[in-house]
């Protein structure tokens, strides 16, 4: 079947309009996966946070994305993605560059573009940075 014809329908599977496999590495990561990466990176940034300043839940949100983009940016996944064995890339598999996990870093830290999903179970900020994450 063309991509034209494939275009109008649903995925069969996420990620199946970005060329990942079904199932295995490389493949799409799943949402089960994808929050509780999201609850391990909230926990340890609270801690972080709360040791800096006690109360303050904007710096827990600070300390929240400069983790995500330094992790994201040095090694391509966080501590909760790491326990779960996600890792972020760039459509096709490279690693991200410094812009891409800045962009994503700081639409997470909005949250609206995280619940913002496509077709492929990409969120917004995946999505306008050009990554995607995947199974270790």
Known sequence: MSNAQNSSQEPRWAGEFLGLPE????????????????????????????????????VVLAVFVVLHFALLWLFGTTLGKRVFRIQVVQLGGAPIKLYQAAIRAGLLGVVIPVIVIDRDSRGLHDKLAGTVEIHM
Do not use: C, H, K
């Open 23 to 58: 199932t295995g590495a490389a493949s799409m990561a799943s949402y089960p996966r994808r929050i509780g990466a999201l609850f391990i990176d909230w926990f340890v940034a609270s801690g972080i946070g709360m040791i800096l300043e006690p109360g303050n839940q904007w």
